[in-house]
């Protein structure tokens, strides 16, 4: 009994020899080698003159320069007004909060949505909690129901009631009411005509979106 266990025991070890596979590899992170600390479900406030500005989210947050560079990844930030109430929501894949500076970059499939019904799409956005404003330089588009502006480069307030765009601007100011062809209007509101747009192609301008 004792050689028939002792050759079962050789077989296998002779099994284990022949295995030439490499060993598995675990993956590293770059960031989380080299902060000076990580953090899971981060949460910082965003404040200008002891007005709250923003509230950020960051599944992880890794911390650099002595706590003043702060690496994120799946960002989440919730703007307020200066009254209390919120005013528009941002999400991204990865992000960077300068607290020195007074900044945050959203990076990668920024999205930026407006307590009544904006929505900003665009890869990169930047955030000045001093002058509580976003811009980019990056392609963008901007939506609500009937409207569409697109363009490169932007700056707005952070629920986009007011939006400055830079460069190749264009966009459907939706549909308006004209007097049917060959006839005067009839009253105070003319009659509508089907299917009419107006499109609006400016090189650069601030847009009033009611």
Same mark, same amino acid.
């Given at each position: 009994?004792?050689?028939?266990? $002792?050759?079962?025991?050789?077989?296998?070890?002779?099994?284990?020899?022949?295995?030439?596979?490499?060993?598995?590899?675990?993956?590293?992170?770059?960031?989380?080698?080299?902060?000076?600390?990580?953090? &899971?479900?981060?949460?910082?406030?965003?404040?200008?003159?002891?007005?709250?500005?923003?509230?950020?989210?960051?599944?992880?947050?890794? &911390? &650099?320069? *002595?706590?003043?560079?702060?690496?994120?990844?799946? !960002?989440?930030?919730? $703007?307020?007004?200066?009254?209390?109430?919120?005013?528009?929501?941002?999400?991204?894949?990865?992000?960077?909060?300068?607290?020195?500076?007074?900044?945050?970059?959203?990076?990668?499939?920024? !999205?930026?949505?407006?307590?009544?019904?904006?929505?900003?799409?665009?890869?990169?956005?930047? $955030?000045? *909690?001093?002058?509580? *404003?976003?811009?980019?330089?990056?392609? &963008?588009?901007?939506?609500?129901?009937?409207?569409?502006? *697109?363009?490169?480069? $932007?700056?707005?307030?952070?629920?986009?009631?007011?939006?400055?765009?830079?460069?190749?601007?264009?966009?459907?100011?939706?549909?308006?009411?004209?007097?049917?062809?060959?006839?005067?209007?009839?009253?105070?509101?003319?009659?509508?005509?089907?299917?009419?747009?107006?499109?609006?192609?400016?090189?650069?301008?601030?847009?009033?979106?009611?």
């Amino acid at each position: 009994m004792r050689h028939a266990l $002792f050759v079962a025991s050789a077989v296998v070890a002779l099994a284990a020899c022949s295995d030439t596979k490499a060993p598995a590899v675990l993956p590293t992170n770059a960031l989380a080698d080299s902060a000076e600390q990580t953090m &899971f479900k981060a949460r910082s406030l965003l404040t200008h003159a002891g007005v709250l500005r923003g509230e950020l989210f960051a599944d992880t947050a890794y &911390f &650099f320069d *002595e706590s003043t560079r702060i690496e994120m990844r799946t !960002v989440s930030t919730t $703007f307020f007004r200066s009254t209390g109430e919120k005013n528009a929501t941002l999400t991204s894949r990865q992000g960077t909060y300068n607290t020195r500076l007074g900044t945050m970059e959203a990076r990668g499939n920024v !999205v930026v949505v407006s307590e009544d019904g904006r929505r900003l799409t665009t890869p990169q956005l930047r $955030f000045n *909690e001093n002058k509580n *404003e976003i811009s980019s330089d990056s392609a &963008f588009v901007l939506t609500e129901p009937g409207r569409r502006l *697109e363009g490169v480069g $932007f700056t707005s307030d952070p629920d986009m009631n007011r939006m400055r765009c830079l460069a190749a601007c264009r966009g459907n100011a939706g549909q308006i009411r004209l007097p049917a062809a060959g006839q005067p209007p009839a009253g105070p509101t003319p009659p509508p005509r089907a299917d009419t747009a107006v499109r609006v192609q400016p090189q650069g301008g601030t847009f009033k979106l009611p």
